[in-house]
């Protein structure tokens, strides 16, 4: 079974700052995706970026990007110049294709992120 | 585009009572899925369908929990009889599969939160 691991349960950083949330999988697959999602307090889970497994490009998207490391099994995620708003819980996800066009997605613990003014 | 919609969003019962939420896919979204996840940790995957077959209902506690999709499109999941553990937030979410290339990304609903008491 696929398994997802977030080290640091809580992490914090200084306004306009950089940060790096850790995260590890561990996987037989070849083929498969990883994201990064956010949930604040109100819970909704918010898509915060995704990378393929077969792309060696790491993905970005504004002021988050990610440090996918196939070989070691390892996605972080950098925020640059980190923002109030974006103080939340930050999950770490692998997503496997069961078969056909069937995927699951499985989580890690979560990261919870502070940014202090 | 309407993201997923869930409701109701907040559910207070007594142990030993029933309760039922209902979830609405983005519009052409064939996979539906159920997470429970328990304040402090990361989502768990109850229930997943592809279109109104069961794909993977593994850590569905079948005795209490149940849920269906009939015509493919929403979803209602029900607990009866609730216990305490019950509590969480009950998260729906969706993605259009069609294969390894087409995005795959599972997007969130707001959540339902249940509280037994």
């Known amino acids: 079974a696929q398994t997802v691991t977030q080290s640091q349960p809580e992490m914090s950083v200084q306004e306009a700052e950089t940060v790096t949330l850790s995260c590890t999988y561990d996987t037989s697959e070849s083929n498969y995706y990883l994201f990064w999602y956010k949930q604040p307090p109100s819970r909704q889970m918010i898509l915060v970026i995704r990378?393929?497994?077969?792309?060696?490009q790491n993905a970005t998207e504004n002021r988050f990007s990610v440090n996918f490391q196939k070989a070691a099994k390892s996605f972080s995620l950098k925020i640059s110049d980190s923002q109030l708003g974006d103080t939340a819980m930050y999950f770490c996800?692998?997503?496997?294709?069961?078969?056909?066009?069937?995927?699951?997605?499985?989580f890690g613990k979560g990261t919870l992120l502070t940014v202090n003014p | 585009e309407a993201g997923v919609a869930q409701s109701p969003r907040y559910k207070i019962i007594e142990k030993r009572q029933s309760v039922a939420f209902w979830c609405n896919p983005i519009s052409g979204h064939a996979t539906l899925y159920w997470y429970q996840q328990i304040l402090g940790q990361g989502p768990k995957l109850l229930i997943q369908f592809q279109n109104n077959g069961v794909v993977d209902d593994s850590q569905l506690p079948k005795d209490r929990f149940s849920a269906e999709r009939l015509k493919g499109v929403d979803s209602t999941l029900k607990i009866q009889p609730a216990k305490l553990e019950d509590s969480a937030v009950y998260l729906c979410a969706s993605s259009f599969s069609v294969g390894q290339n087409s995005g795959n990304t599972i997007y969130f609903g707001e959540g339902s939160w249940l509280t037994v008491v």
């Open positions: 990378q393929e497994a077969y792309k060696q």
């Open positions: 996800a692998f997503m496997k294709q069961r078969g056909g066009s069937n995927y699951k997605l499985t």
